[in-house]
Every structure is written in C-alpha cells, then in structure tokens.
C-alpha cells in the first residue's frame, strides 16, 4: 500500500500541491505578514538559523514565525492548513483532502509579523507553485549545484536520459549535461526572484554570472574581486569558525560556535551582513547575533570523540560541492583524517559522475582510514580507489549496520588517536549518525543528532537488529 502511495503521490504531484495552494493562500494575512523564503541547492537550514538569530536579537518588537517540517510545495501548503503530519497514509490524504477547504475558512491563520519559510525543489515547476502562493517578499538563494537531479531530466532529449557513455568524467558529452543540469536549476531556483511581483529584497549566492537588472537583488559571486562585502580571513578555532571580513573600509570579525564550517560559507555570511545593512541592523547586533545562533542537527557540528578525536557531524545530507568543500577544509588539519562517507542520493544520470570526481580527489588525499556505504559509494568510489590506485586502508560496507557491526568487534582500533572524522551521507535512508553515536565520547551527546524523533529512533532500532 505504501509504494502504491508514493506512486500516485508522484504521479500527480503538482495536481495535489496546486489543490493545496488553492486553499493555503488564504492562511496569511498579506497585509500584515512580511515573508522571507529561503531557497537553494544547500545550506538552507543553516541560513535560516542565523536569519532566525538576526531577528531576534535586532526586531524583537516584531513578532516572526518559522514554517517548521515542511519545505516543498506540497508540504508548505498543508503546514499552512494546519494538516502536516510525520505519519502520511492512505487516511491522512484523504482526511486532508477533505479537510483542505474547511481549514481555509475556518481553520487558524499565520498571525504574525514576519514568516520565514524555506522551500526546496527536487523538480522543474515547483518553485513557481511555492512563489505563487507565498509572493515572498524577501528572497534569499543559498547557492545553485547539482542537487535532486533526478526529477530534472529531460527524458525526451536524444542520450540525455542514458548515462552509458559516461567514461570516469571526462567524456565532452558529460560536461554538457552537467551545464544543463546546471542551468535548469538555476531558472528553477530564480523563479521567486524573477516572477514575484511583491520582491522587494533578494538576495543570491551564486558561482555563476547571472544577469540581473532588478536594483533590489543583490548577488553575491565569492570570486569575484569587485564585491563590496570583502572576505578577508577564514580561521578554526577552539571556539568554533571565525570569518574576517570588510564593508567600506570598516573591518567585521563573525565566530559561529561549535562549527567547523568551510571557507565557502562565508557567502551565507555576505547576504545575511547585506540584508543587514538593508534592515538598518548594527554590526554589533549582526556579530552577537550570529554567535547565538542554533545551528540545526547534522550540518557540520564538532563533537569530542574517542580516543581524544573530533568529530565533524555533516550527515543531514551530501552533494558534491558541500562535500569536496568540506574534504578541502579537513586536508588542513596537521592531524590523522578519517572519511566516513555515504551516497550522494537523488542524482539521476549525474550520479556516476559526481561519485567519480569524489573518488579521484580522495586517491589525491591522504588518509588514515576510509569507510564507504550506499550503492553508488559501492560501484563508483570503492572501486576506483582500491582497483585502480590500490589503497588499502579503504573498506566497503553493504549498510550502515555492518559499519557499525564492524566497529564494535574492532573495538575502534581504525579510530586513530586525535584523529578527525568526517562523517557525511544523504539522508533518512543511510542513517550515519548511528556512526557518529558509536563513536561519541559523551553519549549525552546523542540527543543532538540528526533525525532523533521516536519514528526515526525505531526505524534506526531495527536497522541494528
């Protein structure tokens, strides 16, 4: 029953998110309720955390409210309703479907003075359902890459579909998939900026040069030596990541505790310092601000770990770009390097390419210890190392219960002394906080890992068993 839901749910997608919308929009009061949508390829939740912090520490007199567990255009439009659930059968959409127009009418509407609301897409059009209803007032775009590619295929392009030809990266023909993969994104991912009437403020990350004739939207490029948002210095500290950089000539110091993030999240910093600047928000105020925000699970958390390591807690989810950063971030440490690493989920025909270029930078790297899961980790990555550059401190395991299964029985013997581990996979399959709990060293700390809901807790049970 369930795999015939997810079918039908697939199917016609857009047909119940459109008949959702219908009903949602009449939920927030647009005459009172700025919204702020936070979109992009990653590093969504992150930036809502810190938006999040922002407000509270500069417009305390505004009441704001974040649209929590719901982040598509299907799940946005029922949380506006009053109809999400974490538990989503036969019975709970047709309640829902029913329901729907008697929520419009009567159920509770969004009372507040700002909503912030973060929305994904895995699919070509979605972001115009999401921009429709929300008419967001504020954009933000977190970054644009190869992330859910799997709904962005064109399957009625003569190849495009077939992945045959791919030859360990470097065949012409896979380039160009990658740069429509890329520009499909990026049109899908505009949507709010370019079709919303109601923007006042945007705000883009983005590796690309984008046209922009909107004097509202401010677009971020890291290289780019012309910003008035300069990056100075990028720092790991006992404390956490430090970010240095100026505005006018005036010199900004940002700490984010507790997190080892990458040199790249400075953009997140660079649109969150101009929509600043935008709300008349003091550098002193913007600097606590930051200090005090609450990262969300899995993105990126240090832990102390046995055998006096550190871990780095980055299994939320992965794609390429998020993760060859992070591999960059960690080769700096002076210290024995452990990867503990799943698939790269939802990447259709780019899977075996992205998979490939992970493996050839990693055979380029030094390592202590290796540990690979997930189908594609199987086919793509674990080969090319171990065959082809014949490393032999790389080992497979069929699921994350083996990996597991396996470091209880070595008694953690891979786990070298003030080793640092990365550990990062795609979500609500692989499961690698299981990981990162073995290898805790206060198991208290278990409670601030990813996807510890009792539904999640019993799922991960008997995946041990």
Not at 23 to 30: D, E, H
Request: overall charge positive; proline content about 2%.
């Amino acid at each position: 029953m369930g795999g015939y839901i997810e079918y039908i749910k697939k199917r016609y997608y857009f047909i119940f998110s459109k008949y959702f919308a219908f009903f949602a929009k009449y939920k927030i009061n647009r005459k009172k309720t700025e919204v702020i949508l936070v979109t992009g390829s990653w590093g969504k939740s992150t930036l809502v955390a810190m938006l999040d912090s922002i407000l509270k520490c500069s417009e305390s007199s505004r009441s704001f409210k974040i649209l929590e567990h719901a982040n598509s255009s299907l799940g946005i439009p029922l949380a506006l309703l009053g109809l999400n659930s974490d538990k989503k059968g036969i019975l709970f959409w047709i309640k829902s479907l029913l329901l729907a127009p008697i929520k419009s009418i009567f159920g509770k509407g969004i009372n507040t003075d700002i909503l912030i609301v973060e929305a994904d897409s895995d699919r070509n059009g979605e972001l115009n359902i999401t921009n429709n209803l929300l008419k967001p007032d504020v954009v933000f775009i977190s970054g644009f890459g190869l992330t859910h590619t799997l709904n962005f295929e064109d399957k009625n392009r003569n190849g495009v579909a077939n992945n045959s030809s791919i030859d360990d990266g470097k065949n012409k023909r896979n380039h160009s998939i990658s740069n429509l993969m890329n520009m499909k994104i990026i049109n899908e991912f505009l949507t709010p900026i370019r079709n919303n009437e109601n923007l006042k403020h945007g705000y883009i990350n983005s590796n690309y040069k984008i046209k922009n004739e909107l004097n509202n939207v401010y677009t971020f490029r890291f290289s780019d030596k012309l910003n008035d948002i300069k990056f100075l210095d990028h720092k790991i500290t006992s404390r956490g990541t430090d970010y240095t950089f100026s505005f006018k000539g005036k010199e900004v110091v940002v700490t984010l505790p507790k997190q080892i993030l990458q040199i790249e999240f400075f953009t997140s910093i660079a649109l969150l310092y101009k929509f600043a600047i935008d709300r008349g928000i003091k550098n002193k105020k913007f600097i606590i601000a930051l200090k005090k925000a609450e990262f969300p699970s899995g993105r990126s958390s240090i832990f102390r770990g046995i055998n006096s390591s550190v871990i780095i807690d980055s299994t939320y989810n992965s794609s390429y770009e998020p993760l060859i950063s992070m591999l960059k971030l960690i080769d700096s440490f002076d210290r024995p390097k452990i990867l503990i690493l799943g698939d790269m989920r939802e990447l259709g025909i780019m899977e075996e390419s992205e998979h490939r270029k992970i493996a050839r930078y990693i055979s380029n790297h030094n390592y202590s210890s290796i540990f690979l899961t997930g189908e594609a980790m199987q086919k793509y990555v674990f080969p090319y190392l171990t065959d082809k550059k014949n490393l032999t401190n790389v080992r497979f395991f069929s699921s994350t219960k083996d990996m597991h299964n396996y470091l209880i029985q070595t008694k953690f013997s891979d786990i070298q002394k003030n080793s640092i581990c990365l550990v990062k996979g795609s979500q609500n399959t692989i499961f690698l906080e299981v990981i990162v709990e073995d290898l805790l060293y206060n198991k208290l700390d278990t409670v601030k890992l990813c996807r510890q809901s009792s539904e999640f807790k019993n799922i991960k049970r008997k995946l041990l068993e």
